[in-house]
């Protein structure tokens, strides 16, 4: 393996255990926290430390404003959907749930962007949405698992708005605006409820949720600027599985057999997929240099 390879998988690995620690952090809210207020902390407190960050790039602007909108208010239900979700079921229900998103950006990316998608790509989808009730169905998880599927649609919803801006916007301005333009829809979620559950332990957790984000962005920025994502985006399943260590390591959840097979229904297909691409066209340059 090369050296730059094994670097941006390692790179990529550490990222990914903060990545566990941020949905971990939702375990540790007070028994009274309040979703709404949590999510209106921390969007508020990552508003904060991103102000910071984005003077020190010289205060970028964006020409996409409505774009950025639609992002956040989008975003912003996705979250609190996702922490919903979380507070109800096992961290490793929720991540292989969630690991559904590559597969419905595909499927968005070809509905409202009319992408292609080859033969495999359906194959890989029907297989991953065969292995998303198989997580669901056993347990009857109700409307907390329906959540968790939401949250994944509205980040598909918000990657593939992703490119629809230009390759010139400051990533800087893209995450400090998805954060601030969220703001109004949080305040509607904790006023819901009448703010409730606001305390210092609240407050804690939102900051220490905020610094594991970061953490997990700014290892992927470095394992990528290092190797290609082709070569290491296997790395990022590694996620799943420090969402189940830790879970049963702190909480003591250790996820059914159903959902071992439900995840590796929805993770195994999108690792496999590339590789049949290669080996497919690897023998179909054979067949043509004959």
């Not at 390692?10 to 309040?34: C, I, M, Q, R």
């Not at 409505?66 to 992002?71: A, E, S």
């Not at 749930?97 to 990316?109: D, E, H, K, R």
């Not at 290092?226 to 296997?234: E, G, K, L, S, T």
Request: hydrophobic content about 60%.
């Amino acid at each position: 393996m090369q050296r730059a390879v094994l670097a941006g998988l390692l790179l990529l690995l550490v990222g990914n255990v903060f990545s566990a620690l941020y949905d971990v952090s939702v375990k540790w809210l007070p028994e009274d926290a309040n979703a709404g207020s949590f999510l209106l902390l921390r969007q508020l407190t990552s508003s904060l430390m991103l102000l910071p960050l984005w003077w020190l790039a010289g205060r970028p602007h964006t020409q996409h404003l409505q774009i950025h909108l639609w992002r956040a208010t989008v975003g912003v239900v996705g979250a609190l959907f996702l922490i919903l979700g979380l507070m109800a079921l096992p961290l490793a229900t929720v991540s292989s749930l969630f690991y559904s998103a590559p597969l419905i950006i595909m499927l968005l990316g070809w509905w409202l962007l009319g992408e292609r998608v080859s033969t495999g790509q359906w194959l890989c989808a029907i297989l991953g949405f065969g292995g998303i009730l198989l997580i669901l169905a056993p347990t009857q998880i109700g409307w907390s698992g329906l959540m968790v599927l939401g949250a994944a649609v509205t980040f598909s919803l918000c990657q593939l708005l992703l490119r629809k801006l230009s390759a010139t916007e400051s990533p800087v301005v893209t995450i400090l605006l998805y954060n601030l333009l969220g703001l109004p829809i949080a305040l509607i979620f904790a006023a819901f409820n009448n703010f409730a559950g606001f305390s210092w332990a609240l407050l804690g957790v939102a900051l220490a949720s905020n610094l594991f984000l970061m953490a997990y962005h700014w290892f992927c920025v470095l394992a990528y600027r290092r190797a290609r994502a082709a070569d290491i985006a296997i790395g990022e399943y590694s996620g799943l599985l420090f969402i189940v260590a830790l879970g049963w390591w702190w909480f003591d959840e250790w996820p059914g057999e159903h959902v071992w097979w439900g995840a590796a229904l929805v993770v195994l297909p999108s690792l496999i997929s590339p590789l049949i691409a290669r080996l497919w066209q690897a023998i179909s340059d054979v067949e043509v240099i004959r």
